[in-house]
């Protein structure tokens, strides 16, 4: 044998050696590609959670979207970011109002799965209450993570009442249960919903959707501000669900699941002979052309929806919270 041979079998020896000694040692390697494992630690998520509020209390004060750019992704990136830039156009110098944001009383949600992305739920108590008491409402954020060189980053946000965040199918380990995207033992699949609830809101149909101020309620404040006197306004909704947008819910106790979903939507203003549609600062700092008889604005939302478990033949999905922030205007 030439000595390129003997070299070559010597080497195949070693790392033969190599791979015996670190299974009989248990040190084997992970694939989290494959292996469903839990998506963070509790300290992981506590601590993307300080690292959260951190970022957004630094974007809120400066009125800056780059600072928290690495930690919002989806929705709530889109609302968030449309905001903040909003706000740094009408008024440089930061923003005069604000009261930093403070997060507590976390109580984490963290499913099982295999692959990327991961996510997980941190339901909180927040400074936010409109009354200024604290423990009316609770902020529901879900965390998203595209791998294990990315940062956690938020996806969706909910504001739900105190006693309105449900209880969550745990296993014997304390883990969550992450709802399939296309679950056939729900009574519709989380994938379905952006589409299903863009085409109700135009429709009224499909007529699964429960009753409520996000529902029935806000398709007949849109019939009453359709027709004003001396302007029309036309709404145009769109499903909102792929990359990033995609939704993501854990299974609740009952069966059913909390899913958080997005949309969106125009609104379409058309004035008169001799008015002219009213455009904030706020929409103005976003908006190309220049309004004279016609203000479109495009708006991105953020719902929870609580899913009933399949069989359910009424009130499928009730829409707990909806969020919304407009993202460009224009003007013709």
């Not at 993307?48 to 989806?74: C, E, I, Q, S, W």
């Not at 706000?87 to 295999?114: C, M, Q, S, V, Y």
């Amino acid at each position: 044998m030439s000595g390129a041979g003997r070299a070559a079998r010597a080497l195949g020896a070693v790392a033969a050696a190599v791979v015996l000694a670190l299974t009989a040692s248990g040190c084997v390697t992970v694939h989290g590609e494959r292996e469903v494992l839990p998506a963070a630690t509790k300290a992981e998520a506590a601590q993307a959670l300080k690292d959260f509020a951190d970022a957004y209390n630094a974007a809120d004060r400066a009125y800056d979207p780059a600072l928290n750019a690495g930690r919002v992704t989806g929705v709530f990136a889109a609302i968030n970011q449309a905001g903040l830039k909003a706000g740094g156009t009408t008024t440089p110098a930061g923003n005069p109002r604000h009261r930093p944001l403070e997060l507590t009383d976390a109580r984490f949600a963290i499913p099982k799965k295999a692959g990327w992305p991961r996510f997980f739920v941190a339901d909180t108590d927040s400074n936010r209450d409109t009354d200024g008491a604290a423990g009316d409402s609770r902020w529901v954020l879900v965390f998203v993570r595209g791998g294990a060189d990315q940062l956690w980053e938020v996806a969706y946000l909910a504001i739900l009442d105190e006693n309105g965040v449900p209880e969550f199918r745990l296993d014997r380990d304390g883990f969550a249960e992450p709802a399939a995207s296309a679950a056939a033992d729900l009574a519709v699949a989380p994938a379905d919903l952006s589409k299903s609830y863009s085409d109700y809101l135009r429709s009224g149909r499909p007529e699964f959707f429960a009753a409520g101020p996000h529902t029935s309620a806000w398709r007949e404040e849109r019939a009453v501000s359709a027709r004003k006197p001396g302007m029309s306004t036309q709404y145009v909704d769109r499903p909102l669900d792929t990359g990033a947008f995609a939704p993501l819910g854990l299974v609740t106790e009952d069966g059913g699941a909390l899913v958080f979903f997005a949309s969106r939507f125009y609104d379409r203003q058309t004035a008169a002979a001799g008015y002219r549609p009213k455009v904030s600062p706020e929409v103005a700092a976003l908006m190309t052309g220049e309004v004279r008889s016609t203000l479109t604005r495009e708006w991105a939302c953020s719902q929870a929806a609580l899913v009933r478990p399949a069989g359910a033949d009424r009130d499928r999905v009730a829409v707990l919270s909806r969020l919304q922030g407009v993202t460009s205007a224009k003007g013709s």
